[in-house]
């Protein structure tokens, strides 16, 4: 089932457009990563498809039903957690108290087991003013999570946890999409959490996607950089691995970027009388996608 379906999506700020074009799918059970570098336009698109700003463009629908004509119905089966936000003169526990009052679904129990799964219930006499960042980021994931959300959406929910609070969240996120049919959607600038527990990643960069697809894929696999003594030769020996993309050829770098046929291209080189000056290997990330493709 399809929990967030967003069409060609295009955002402006005044004439600068923030998100081009953007079409993205989140469906139950799932965790999506949103990544991208300072100023990509996650916590834009995060505002869009929570009402809380209005595209210029496309379409937004939420279990189906389309956002802005069915506002009150479908946002009642979201969590949101955007920047923690909260009556520092008041206990965590009365502040999560006051946001159920104000949601009209007032329900102790439920407060007390959302506080306990993220690991708070010990501390909830304390005032939000003793609580540390990564504290507030677990209290808004509580609020998060309040009303039992079809849709969990988390804007850099890691910043300002320690390790071992990283590493809780990751698990309880897979607990909640995989034993719970949760649709996740999670920005982070943290790469290798996203690739561990991430079912699919969207690489987004100026506003527009440069990537949707399962992490593994997004990692490139190794290349070889194979530097060649003679920069004149005859090219038309490699003319099915270019053709195929296979590898690439700068003045005298050759690149293998496909798996498994090195051993062919030696031979070839070394019919040719070509010496391999050097060989450099590199493997490349999703980090080194941001800069690199698009480019
Ligand atoms: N209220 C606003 N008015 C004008 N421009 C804005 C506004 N909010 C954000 N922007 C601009 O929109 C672009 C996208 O910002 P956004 O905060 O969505 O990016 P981001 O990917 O979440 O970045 P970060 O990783 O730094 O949080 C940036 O160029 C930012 O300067």
Same mark, same amino acid.
């Given at each position: 089932?399809?929990?967030?379906?967003?069409?060609?999506?295009?955002?402006?700020?005044? &004439?600068?457009?923030?998100? *081009?074009?953007?079409?993205? #799918?989140?469906?139950?059970?799932?965790?999506?990563?949103?990544?991208? =570098?300072?100023?990509?336009?996650?916590?834009?698109?995060? #505002? *869009?498809?929570?009402?809380?700003?209005?595209?210029?463009?496309?379409?937004?629908?939420?279990?189906?039903?389309?956002?802005?004509?069915?506002?009150?119905?479908?946002? #009642?089966?979201?969590?949101?957690?955007?920047?923690?936000?909260?009556?520092?003169?008041?206990? !965590?526990?009365?502040?999560?108290?006051?946001?159920?009052? !104000?949601?009209?679904?007032?329900?102790?129990?439920?407060?007390?087991?959302?506080?306990?799964?993220?690991?708070?219930?010990?501390?909830?006499?304390?005032?939000?003013?003793?609580?540390?960042?990564?504290?507030?980021?677990?209290?808004?994931?509580?609020? !998060?999570?309040?009303?039992?959300?079809?849709?969990?959406?988390?804007?850099? =929910?890691?910043?300002?946890?320690?390790?071992?609070?990283?590493?809780?969240?990751?698990?309880?996120?897979?607990?909640?999409? &995989?034993?719970?049919?949760?649709?996740?959607?999670?920005?982070?600038?943290?790469?290798?959490?996203?690739?561990?527990? *991430?079912? &699919?990643?969207?690489?987004?960069?100026?506003?527009?996607?440069?990537?949707?697809?399962?992490?593994?894929? !997004?990692? #490139?696999?190794?290349?070889?950089?194979?530097?060649?003594?003679?920069?004149?030769?005859?090219?038309?020996?490699?003319?099915?691995? +270019?053709?195929?993309?296979?590898?690439?050829?700068?003045?005298?770098?050759?690149?293998?970027?496909?798996?498994?046929?090195?051993?062919? +291209?030696?031979?070839?080189?070394?019919?040719?009388?070509?010496?391999?000056?050097?060989?450099?290997?590199?493997?490349?990330?999703?980090?080194?996608?941001?800069?690199? &493709?698009?480019?």
């Amino acid at each position: 089932m399809e929990i967030l379906s967003v069409e060609n999506l295009t955002k402006k700020y005044g &004439k600068k457009v923030v998100l *081009c074009n953007v079409s993205i #799918k989140v469906s139950k059970g799932e965790i999506v990563g949103l990544v991208g =570098p300072n100023g990509a336009g996650k916590t834009t698109f995060i #505002k *869009c498809i929570t009402g809380l700003l209005r595209p210029e463009e496309g379409s937004i629908k939420l279990f189906g039903y389309d956002l802005f004509q069915n506002y009150g119905r479908v946002i #009642k089966d979201i969590g949101l957690l955007l920047e923690p936000a909260f009556y520092d003169y008041l206990t !965590a526990l009365e502040n999560l108290k006051i946001l159920m009052i !104000a949601s009209n679904n007032y329900n102790l129990k439920k407060i007390q087991e959302v506080m306990e799964f993220v690991g708070l219930w010990e501390v909830r006499n304390k005032y939000i003013t003793t609580f540390s960042f990564g504290m507030k980021q677990r209290l808004g994931l509580a609020q !998060a999570l309040m009303n039992d959300p079809q849709f969990l959406i988390l804007d850099e =929910p890691t910043v300002g946890l320690d390790p071992i609070g990283v590493n809780e969240l990751k698990e309880k996120l897979v607990y909640l999409s &995989k034993n719970k049919g949760v649709g996740i959607l999670f920005s982070s600038h943290q790469l290798p959490d996203v690739e561990e527990i *991430c079912d &699919k990643v969207i690489l987004l960069r100026e506003g527009v996607v440069l990537y949707d697809g399962i992490p593994k894929e !997004a990692v #490139k696999q190794k290349e070889y950089y194979l530097i060649l003594s003679n920069k004149e030769f005859n090219k038309n020996i490699f003319e099915d691995e +270019i053709i195929n993309n296979y590898i690439d050829l700068r003045d005298n770098v050759l690149i293998v970027k496909k798996q498994g046929i090195l051993n062919n +291209i030696l031979r070839k080189l070394y019919n040719q009388n070509i010496d391999i000056l050097d060989i450099d290997i590199k493997r490349g990330s999703l980090l080194e996608l941001f800069y690199m &493709k698009g480019q």
